[in-house]
């Protein structure tokens, strides 16, 4: 089909995960499909992805693992495309996908390339017209159609599909130009912020042992109450703190208006304080004149050990039968409810995703069609819809692709 025909049934702006299964689907269905996106090359974020091995979905996702003002929507878009039916599609497609610890699926070839060969392969063999270096700029609504208008070009589509992302990460291509496409065509936008970015600290003594990995269990904390926990690896880094449980919290630390959110660190998530203090008994009894930093040792890393006796103004020299009943409080605070020194976020540069978003409240809760341009649907991350860690992002933009496929598809017949 050439490039320049008059009419496409769909113009799809955004050839990332979203774009590239709303492709397929409508594809699938029968329709002339023309794929856009400002970049060259596709499929930036997906070949970053799960540490470039891509965490396709999760064994289970349900609205729980998102943050939305319409969870129903998501539930419903969710429901109709899970994640079993993503993990077929992909094994249709020749992705054989292997599940990981927490759920998560990855490429059997631990290879993100994978997934993104298997679906432009996909979007070749069904004829979809994948034009690239295509930048839109300007969306308007003519008597029949609608035109797409960027540097030197136009098109002209009876439907079109907007899933050009957010504003993380926008040396990817999606620099939030979607959103201003939207507005002008008289949507509005939740406030949009980073999610699932690294805190940062100026704490010189937490930074001293960058590298530094463990377990940690985050409470975010809003005038003295818990909002919310995550529990994951965690990381320690030159400009602050990383890793999945950090990341998870970060969108609540941001979003989080009223006051300075605290957050607090438990360092040993899975013992109890009451069975510790049990341990910290039996083993002063038995060896008394071993080295507390030596007895920590056997359940934490001891570069994370000497700070925290530090900060716990606990001496290192300490036998286990030296240990006051003040300085074991002050441990137990520090191990279980540190009050972690987060001084702000990395922002969009090196967040996974953007929360906030067009509201669900103005698309149709299961075509994801506008309610106030027929003919006009959403899909990915450009909505307001943002997930955890652990393949949820993706499971959102295969559905919600899929569910915008099927509305256009019921459209393209009526018309
Ligand atoms: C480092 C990193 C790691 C991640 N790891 C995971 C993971 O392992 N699992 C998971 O579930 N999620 C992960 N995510 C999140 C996931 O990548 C996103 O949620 C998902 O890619 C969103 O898909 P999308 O299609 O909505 O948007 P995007 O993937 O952002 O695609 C949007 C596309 O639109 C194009 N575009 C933008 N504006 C225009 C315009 N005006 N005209 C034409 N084209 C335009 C862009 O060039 C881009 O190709 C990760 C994200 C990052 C940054």
Request: aromatic share 8%.
């Amino acid at each position: 089909m050439p490039e320049s025909r008059s009419q496409w049934d769909v113009a799809i702006i955004g050839a990332g995960a979203a774009g590239l299964m709303g492709a397929i689907f409508c594809a699938r269905a029968g329709l002339q499909v023309l794929l856009l996106d400002g970049k060259e090359k596709i499929g930036a974020k997906i070949l970053m992805s799960g540490g470039t091995r891509c965490n396709v979905t999760n064994q289970k996702v349900t609205e729980s693992d998102f943050e939305s003002e319409e969870l129903r929507t998501v539930r419903n878009i969710l429901r109709s495309f899970p994640s079993d039916k993503a993990v077929s599609f992909f094994k249709t497609l020749g992705v054989e996908l292997i599940l990981e610890p927490g759920g998560k699926y990855f490429p059997s070839t631990h290879s993100a390339r994978t997934v993104l060969k298997a679906l432009s392969d996909e979007i070749y063999t069904l004829g979809v017209h994948l034009s690239t270096g295509k930048k839109i700029t300007e969306l308007s609504k003519g008597e029949n159609d609608f035109i797409l208008r960027g540097d030197g070009f136009e098109f002209r589509a009876k439907t079109v599909l907007l899933c050009s992302g957010g504003l993380s990460y926008p040396g990817s291509g999606s620099d939030g130009t979607g959103y201003g496409l939207a507005l002008a065509l008289g949507h509005s936008l939740i406030s949009t912020s980073p999610a699932l970015t690294p805190l940062t600290s100026a704490d010189e003594d937490w930074k001293s042992i960058s590298g530094v990995a463990l377990p940690v269990s985050l409470s975010l904390w809003l005038e003295n109450r818990k909002i919310k926990t995550f529990e994951g690896a965690f990381l320690f880094t030159h400009f602050g703190f990383s890793g999945p449980s950090a990341l998870n919290i970060s969108r609540y630390w941001i979003r989080s208006t009223k006051e300075q959110p605290k957050v607090t660190a438990d360092f040993l998530p899975s013992i109890p304080a009451e069975k510790f203090k049990g341990m910290l008994e039996a083993e002063a009894k038995s060896h008394p004149s071993l080295l507390l930093k030596n007895y920590l040792k056997t359940l934490l890393p001891e570069r994370f050990i000497l700070i925290l006796l530090r900060k716990a103004g606990v001496s290192e020299g300490l036998n286990m039968n030296q240990l006051s009943r003040v300085q074991r409080d002050r441990l137990f605070l520090n191990l279980f409810s540190y009050p972690l020194p987060v001084s702000g976020v990395l922002g969009y540069a090196k967040a996974e995703v953007t929360a906030g978003g067009i509201p669900l409240a103005e698309v149709d809760s299961r075509t994801l069609e506008s309610k106030k341009i027929p003919g006009l649907f959403f899909a990915g991350e450009i909505l307001d819809v943002d997930g955890r860690i652990g393949g949820f992002n993706f499971q959102w933009a295969w559905s919600s692709g899929v569910a915008a496929a099927h509305g256009i598809k019921a459209k393209i017949k009526r018309v």
